[in-house]
């Protein structure tokens, strides 16, 4: 699919949501996992000024149920999967007025509606529709709500995070700054475009010019996926990249002989001239590390690590046996994804980088937990950031935004940093 095959079908979509009284400001629900529909949907949405409201299965039905209710949600796109879970409280969701099935079949949508005023459709219908009856782009204001991104609370109950398009915006042109993508890059996405981790990676990509690739949908078949569309960045979290250092240490260890003395013999060469600014010998990829290479596809010149914090070791292991610029970041759903970013050529580990340009980021002092900016060797404390990439606050929940972000607009994190200093 080409963008300009992918922006037809973005006006056919969100033609299709007007042509079914579906009003400007409404909420979408988006229930089904990484798709090419999930991304034309979205984008549908910000093109026609709908606020879409990603729901997934983690949080289990009662949840969603939940989520839909409380953010109103109009229409829901889901596959037949996800139907059936709808289905079974579907009369509990007053709100809802139209779903649509992503992959559905005409003649298997039920002929009745399912509750009082609701009608459900195809996602090849509802494409037909708008593509018939095409509606001028309803282009939203920067401050305009984009996204509420519910995520799970402290009490169970999911608190939903609004965010702007200028929050996206602003974040993405920060990083941008400091980290270049191409019209020749690939991405593969597999994260959950339900976080903000990999909705934030794809609207980078997609604005870069970026060719998508999409997983099959299951786990355990990426590395078929990676395979195939042989992605040039690669984005992922610990927990993955932990599996990938066993997978290679243990298969290392296995091999013994010459290919184990051979393995640590090259890591070693390559390790130290990376440590002393050399570039590495071409013999030690040749011989050892492009066979590792081909694990993601073989043409990865930039890994990316969120979520949570990533060992050192692994950060220099997946350094040197894959090359290319491994960055790890800091951030959350309610500052639209980044804070803190690596930057380009960093070699150093242990740290999660500077902070992003469209941020101010600050240390509070936390004394009763021994945390202050007068800790040495390096200062400590809570972890503030204020700026565009703040989001407007927890939807209708006045109480629990006021918690979270001060009267000076910081928002504080809660969690716990250090400033390091490069030298």
């Known amino acids: 699919m080409t963008y300009g095959e992918a922006g037809t079908s973005r006006a056919a979509i969100g033609s299709g949501l007007i042509c079914h009284g579906i009003p400007k400001g409404a909420r979408v629900g988006l229930y089904f996992i990484n798709r090419p529909e999930w991304t034309i949907v979205d984008n549908a949405c910000s093109a026609y000024s709908y606020v879409s409201v ?18 109103s949600v109009e229409a829901i796109f889901c596959v037949p999967e996800t139907l059936r879970t709808l289905l079974s ?30 009608e459900i459709i195809t996602y090849s219908m509802l494409h037909r529709q708008g593509h018939m009856s095409p509606q ?18 402290t009490t169970g109950t999911p608190k939903g995070a609004v965010l702007s398009h200028a929050n996206f915006i602003a974040n993405v042109a920060g990083q941008d700054l400091g980290v270049k993508f191409y019209p020749s890059d690939v991405y593969i996405s597999y994260l959950p475009l339900a976080h903000i981790y990999e909705r934030t990676n794809q609207i980078w990509l997609v604005h870069r010019g970026a060719a998508v690739g999409f997983y099959q949908g ?36 296995e091999s013994g002989g010459l290919k ?23 013999v030690w990829d040749k011989l050892v590390f492009n066979k590792i290479k081909a694990r993601l596809g073989g043409r990865v010149r930039v890994m990316s690590s969120g979520a949570s914090p990533l060992s050192p070791d692994v950060m220099e292991f997946l350094r040197i046996c894959f090359g290319g610029d491994i960055l790890e970041g800091y951030g959350m759903t309610e500052t639209s994804c980044v804070i803190t970013l690596m930057d380009v050529g960093d070699i150093s580990i242990g740290h999660v980088g500077s902070p992003n340009p469209a941020c101010e980021v600050k240390l509070v002092d936390v004394p009763e937990m021994n945390y202050t900016s007068e800790d040495q060797p390096y200062p400590r404390g809570e972890i503030c950031a204020r700026g565009p990439i703040i989001f407007q606050g927890y939807y209708k929940d006045e109480v629990q935004t006021r918690e979270v972000i001060d009267e000076d607009s910081w928002l504080h994190t809660g969690d716990i940093g250090k400033r390091t200093f490069s030298s």
């Open 54 to 71: 990603p729901l997934y299965d983690t949080l289990g039905p009662d949840a969603v149920q939940f989520i839909v209710n409380h953010a």
């Open 89 to 118: 409280f579907i009369t509990q969701m007053p709100c809802v007025r139209l779903i649509v099935v992503v992959g559905g079949v005409d003649e298997n949508m039920p002929s009745s509606p399912a509750a009082a005023g609701m």
């Open 136 to 153: 001028p782009f309803r282009p939203p204001k920067p401050e305009d709500v984009a996204t509420i991104c519910y995520t799970s609370g």
């Open 218 to 253: 299951d786990n355990l078949k990426l590395m078929d996926d990676l395979n195939t569309l042989k992605p040039t960045v690669f984005a992922s979290v610990p927990r993955l990249y932990n599996k990938i250092y066993a997978a290679i240490t243990n298969a290392v260890k």
């Open 260 to 282: 184990e003395r051979l393995f640590h013999a090259a890591y070693n060469a390559k390790r130290q001239a990376i440590i002393n600014g050399r570039n590495p010998s071409p």
